[in-house]
DNA sequence: GACAATCGACTACATCTGTAGTCCAATGCG
DNA sequence: CGCATTGGACTACAGATGTAGTCGATTGTC
């Protein structure tokens, strides 16, 4: 069975991590040559260098892993939103103070969204609007 | 005259960094006591601390200084919205791939926006509806 | 004019990150 | 069976970051 991770439930994560996770997170658990094989052309690292992303991910909670013959078998510990609203926070907090909204829009402009995902959002600013109470801005 | 800063533009900015900017950017220019002392309680960092991180933004170009008297005049040398949206744009493509409607639901539901950030994220929503279907175009 | 308080420059040092490399054991190949 | 290969554990090392401290010059205070 896959070992017991015993350690913070996961902190955040560094850029080249999250390149790594990204690979978990889209084709499910591989080993560490796969995911080497599988990383973005635009990413070159020595597969040692994959290897030692692999450690301190399974360190920091992010992954766990399952031994498969002479080798492991790494497989994501956290879920991808979870880790994308822990970012999004992180960032939030940091720039407190200036408004949120710059920052929403930002990311809905950037964002690739379905004409469903827009209705969604759409539903749910009108549902918060009408809630809404007196709000001066800033 | 201000230093003139032979740096890059602006490099971007650590957690602690932007504490600092914070300050500057709400209160406009300031002597590094008076930095210092503008800080929220909630960071207590030594007086050198506070040093050092001036030093270190005004070495990535992030501010410049005049001196006046024996001590120096910080002023921001960066907009605040142009941090910001370097932030988000690294954060954007950090975790690129993920599906972020959700993410987005998450923040809008947590945030405190006024009604007229409400009409204007789903203006904006309106817009990227409108540009993503092909064979409409106003 | 002597001295304490301050200033900025420079130094310190533990972590975290990016980016590998070394070493030994298990495996696969011939 | 013996060796080249591959895997994981551990080590390496420079740059960024958090968090200060030391030192010599300057200044404000009697």
Redesign the pocket.
Known sequence: MPKAPRNQPS????????EVMKVIWNHGPQ???DVYAALPDD???????V??????L?A?GALD?E?I??????RAAVARDQMTRKEMRGLFSRVTGAALSPVLAHFIEEADLSDDEIRQLKRQLDAKRSKSQKGKKR
């Open positions: 902190q955040s994560l560094s850029g080249a991590e999250w080993a560490a040559r990413v070159s690292w020595a597969y040692k260098t290897k030692t992303l692999l450690s301190r399974v920091k892993y031994q013959g002479n080798s492991y078998l790494y």
